[in-house]
């Protein structure tokens, strides 16, 4: 996936849930067969979200993200899922990045409680 777009979103991604939540710990989980890297999870003091990558899209589910406030609406996917919320972003798609990180700082709070 070098050189490939998602890949080059993902590593974007990673830096700004690292913005949001120093200290924060990456691990890659669910590795199969048709994805042999895993899906990369994001925890401090809890599960802060998933970055799952497709043909035409990376996704980043938030865990408990239907608790999260989300004013600037940076959530498109899942929104009437129970517990998540999610971030789809297309190949030239471009997002609110403070309000990304914004989320994540709510996420670590809602973690910590």
Do not use: H
Not at 28 to 57: H, M, Q
Not at 79 to 101: H, N, P
């Amino acid at each position: 996936m070098a050189g490939d777009w998602r890949a080059d979103l993902v590593d974007d991604l990673r830096a700004l849930i690292n913005q949001g939540a120093p200290g924060v710990e990456e691990e890659a989980k669910w590795r199969k067969a048709s994805n042999p890297d895993g899906v990369p999870t994001f925890t401090l003091d809890g599960l802060i979200c998933t970055v799952e990558t497709y043909k035409d899209k990376v996704k980043v589910t938030f865990a408990r993200g239907a608790s999260l406030d989300d004013p600037a609406g940076v959530f498109n996917s899942s929104l009437d899922a129970g517990k998540r919320r999610a971030v789809d972003v297309l190949e030239g798609d471009t997002f609110d990045e403070e309000a990304f990180v914004a989320l994540v700082r709510a996420a670590v709070e809602l973690n910590r409680g």
